[in-house]
């Protein structure tokens, strides 16, 4: 039996819409274009749709309705220009992110080689983001959980291999007091999304059962990692250089305040996402 794209479309969105999926019709579009191997676009002249691949297409919308994350049934996740490796074990990366990096790139577009840390990189969209948009960027992903720190190395390889400036992948913990001694003070930027989810908060199933905990929770008013990487930021970056922490939409105030209380920085700014939310905070090295 062969359907109408449309007719599949339709009933699937309705079915992932009731499985309480936050964007059922684009979900339904791109795991349909996955099913296919053709991107979402063909989708739109596309009439007849075949057997197997209606096959492969509601067993990916099985797992959809069970709150699997779109990115890691078809494997990859946009961010910016790049198109990153995600699956178990990783933190899919968010758009709401990419505005951190944008803003971090006009921190160093001066600078002919800037030294950038990532601290707690996941994906690496951070980090290889910044190098494809500043290819004389010198950058370093930091990552201490040992799941994710593959898929740093992955996605990194992947990207060296297109003919992007390499990305040094370090297994360690942003919080640990010896981690990269030997840029002590010679750094011009360092970026994060960190652990900031405060514990207990609800997140959606996606994010619950599939990102790892270790990139989500940061004790009880989600700021305990984000304590540590200051003191980190504190050493490693140059007199002036730059420091932005994503942050969740209520540690709007709460994190400013936590960078200004610690005594190094200064031009404590917080910045909103496209969605208007309290985002990140970006200060300066005294
Ligand atoms: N923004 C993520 C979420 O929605 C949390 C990310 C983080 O803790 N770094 O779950």
């Known amino acids: ?47 007849e749709v075949g057997d197997e691949a209606i096959a492969r297409f509601e067993a990916l919308l099985a797992l959809r309705a069970d709150r699997v994350p779109l990115q890691h ?7 910016r220009y790049l198109e990153l490796a995600v699956g178990p074990g990783v933190f899919v ?8 990096v944008g803003w971090a790139l006009q921190q160093v577009a001066g600078i002919a080689e800037p030294v950038v840390v990532d601290l707690g990189s996941g994906s690496g969209a951070i980090a290889l983001s910044i190098a494809h948009e500043h290819p004389g960027a010198r950058v370093t992903a930091v990552e ?37 001694r030997e840029l002590d003070g010679t750094v011009d930027l360092v970026v994060s999304n960190p652990p900031y989810v405060p514990d207990g908060a609800r997140v959606p ?48 105030e709460s994190l400013p305040a936590v960078v200004r209380a610690h005594g190094s920085f200064t031009d404590v700014d917080d910045h909103p996402d496209l969605a208007g939310r309290p985002r990140y905070t970006t200060a300066r090295r005294v």
């Open 73 to 79: 049934l078809t494997g990859r996740a946009p961010f």
């Open 93 to 100: 990366p968010r758009p709401e992110t990419e505005q951190l």
């Open 205 to 252: 199933r996606e994010v619950a059962d599939h990102d790892p905990p270790l990139a989500l929770w940061g004790g009880p008013d989600g700021l305990d990692v984000v304590r540590g990487l200051l003191v980190t930021a504190a050493r490693l970056l140059r007199p002036g250089g730059a420091l932005g922490i994503e942050h969740a939409d209520q540690q709007g």
């Open 144 to 180: 201490r959980d040992p799941g994710a720190v593959e898929w740093t190395r992955h996605n990194a390889r992947t990207r060296a291999a297109t003919g992007d400036p390499p990305v040094e992948v370090l297994s360690g913990d942003m919080t640990d007091g010896g981690l990269l």
């Open 1 to 47: 039996m062969t359907l109408t794209c449309r007719a599949l479309l339709t009933a699937a969105a309705a079915r992932l819409a009731d499985a309480g999926v936050e964007s059922p019709r684009v979900d339904a579009e791109l795991l349909l274009a996955h099913a296919l191997v053709v991107p979402r676009t063909r989708l739109l002249t596309l009439d």
